[in-house]
């Protein structure tokens, strides 16, 4: 454990080391990376270098036992005995940090939400519960950027594709994949009758550097092609938007709302490695029985995780049977008890009371 702690110090120092130089300033992307790499391991290694001063003010008090002072002796058994204490505790808590129940939730996650059954209600629906990502997202201080978003006539929308960077942050949306359900009345709705609609969401970690998918030209179509809807003066003009087609699996990305073709492409192939990732490991937790855990339903999309039922301002998870009430905070972002209590659920199933 010693050497993790000190491997990541040493990482949490160069990255303050390089946050020093001038030259950053002028590569916002890089700053960008860097302050969330250094976000996702400030905490460790701030207490990774309390656990070594502590380790070291028990040794040095060590040797002052060996004083002709009974005085000083007394002294150096009680720093023993308070350093003692707190480096157990800073040892529990490390070791929890270095390692965490899902190695997939420090990621970065791709966020997809689609319309599902419902026509344009559902389209609404659907933008309602990308605003409450949103909102969610930036209340943690999370950063947000769209990849593919298609608005649709009713001013909703019939698909998001965006990436949510930040700490731990598919440890806090793991459990929003599936199916939404919403029961209300629609504003188009003239005989006051309670429609019923869905939307799907997905959430993908984003695939790292250990993941190595690699993606030979053959492997995938890259086709180019104009943009549509806002995004600036090069709509309709340039073919700036890219849709990347992975041959062997038939998955499909486009992206079209980053401002040039470079940016569009990079965005895309970060989708598709990420699918493919989660691919990969869908495929190994099926053939590999022991590798499989307690888990609030399996996280597919055909599965109904959650109903929001309007007129009796009525959340209810179906998975750990739970109701949740004041719809319009929730929508507002306002997701932690939901989170919380699903997070809670998944602890007794696994046995981490």
Known sequence: MKDKIQKIIDMYADIEKQFLDPSIF??????????????????????????????????????????DDDEMKELAKEEIKQATSELLQLEKILKEELTPKDPNDPKNIILEIRAGAGGDEAAIFAGNLMRM????????????????????????????????????????????????????????????????????????????????IELKKADVRVDTYRASGAGGQHVNKTESAIRLTHI????????????????????????????????????????NSEMRVAQIGSGDRSEKIRTY??????????????NFPNIP?????????????????????????
Do not use: W
């Not at 905070?329 to 199933?349: H, K, N, P």
């Open 133 to 212: 990502y949103f909102r969610y997202a930036e209340k943690m201080d999370f950063d947000i950027e769209i990849i593919t978003k298609k608005n649709s006539d009713s001013g909703g929308i019939s698909e998001l594709v965006a990436t949510i960077s930040g700490k731990n942050v598919y440890k806090v949306f793991k459990y929003e994949s599936g199916v939404h359900r919403v029961q209300r009345i629609p504003k188009t709705e003239t005989q006051g009758r309670i429609h019923t609609s869905t939307a799907t969401v997905a959430v993908v970690p984003e695939a790292d550097e250990t993941e190595e």
């Open 309 to 322: 039922n309007y007129p009796q301002d009525r959340i209810t998870d179906h998975r750990i049977k739970k």
């Open 26 to 67: 002028s590569d916002m992307d890089k700053m960008k990376s860097l302050g969330q790499k250094k976000s996702k391991i400030e905490d460790i290694a701030i207490m990774g270098k309390k656990y070594f001063e502590l380790e070291k003010t028990i040794e040095e008090n060590k040797e002052l036992l060996q004083d």
């Open 329 to 353: 905070a929730v929508m507002d972002g306002e997701i932690d008890g939901i989170i919380e209590a699903c997070s809670l659920a998944t602890d007794e199933l696994q046995g981490n009371k």
């Open 248 to 287: 062997a699996t038939g998955l499909i990305v486009t992206c079209q709302d980053q401002d040039s073709q470079h940016k569009n492409k990079d965005s895309a192939f970060k989708v598709l490695r990420s699918r493919l990732a989660e691919i990969e490991r869908e495929k190994q937790l099926a053939e």
